[in-house]
């Protein structure tokens, strides 16, 4: 199918939706008079830039007209001119109807709970699941965004055996949703008296944050544990049972909170981790469904993929799904990312345009 034909039948669409609009059957039922309006609005931006590329493409075919027509003269060197211009507003408006044309990710609005797990490699990989945690606070202190530690599990030597934390702010999940999978960090350990290069890893999990209206969670399936809030070694920070840890029996899912000294707070966090859960469970389901014939190879949420080398001894980075590789990983560690991040939504872009010319 080629892009006029698509856009053709978008349009089509469009003055189908004006004319339901306008229906008092349709207005008095306002769930579908909402929902009509939401896809009128979508639609609407993409029908005024192909009118535009429309109007734009007749104005190239008249300039060639007058120029077939014209020997010499001012005027030929006018419609010259003229066709020049309109040549390259009619392809920078192609591309950005292109761009309009790639179906949105849904959650990408969302805020995102971010999971760190230390994978391989024993108290190497907890230190740089720290090291992780570190980068994407900074990252997320740039875009002004806010970090928020729901629960975590601390290592003796240092870092994290587990952490998990929110981040708030404006399409977080569009673009922390690219860090999920396996991150592997090839470098000496401090403990490390031969200077032998280690290779440890630590597992993200980035997942889109679930609204009650999402999920509805039935209070009977639910068995409450609260106890006492523990810091590395095992040793106590809190002398009362403040920390909660929450298990919905249908699914098995096990979520806890201890970051609060309010047991109440730490519930409130816990059942916020616990529907997110439950929302990705459902939209997996859902993506395998529809995704099952698509070719984007780009992975936004196998965490059993590897995705990433971090090389420190060379100073380098390599992303293995667009093998892209970078020379400066101190500032990548300090959460200098947004390269990466830019390229993987890009690539993705790509595959998606793809997509649509071949249906």
Known sequence: MNIEHKLDQLKSRYHELNTALS??????NQDKFKALSKEHSDLKEIIIAYDEWLDVKTGIAEAKELIE????????????????????KSEELEQSIKMMLIPKDEEDARNAIVEIRAGTGGDEAAIFAGDLFNMY???????????????LSESAKGGFKEISFMIRGTDIFAKMKWESGVHRVQ???????????HTSAATVAVLPEAEEVDIHINPADLEFEAFRATGAGGQHVNTTDSAVRIKHKPSGIVVGCQEERSQHKNREKAMVMLRTKLYEVELEAKKAERDSNRKDQVSTGDRSAKIRTYNFPQGRMTDHRINYTIYNLDDFMKGDISDVIEKL???????????????
């Open 137 to 151: 606070r900074r990252f997320a202190e740039g875009e002004g965004w806010k970090v928020e530690v729901m629960d």
């Open 345 to 359: 939504q890009m690539d993705s872009n790509l595959r998606k345009l793809r997509e649509i010319a071949e249906v």
């Open 23 to 28: 229906d008092p059957a349709v207005y008095s």
């Open 69 to 88: 027509a014209e020997e010499a003269g001012e005027l030929l060197d006018m419609a010259k001119d003229e066709l020049k211009e309109l040549l390259h």
């Open 187 to 197: 470098r000496v350990p401090e403990t490390e008296s031969q200077g032998r290069v």
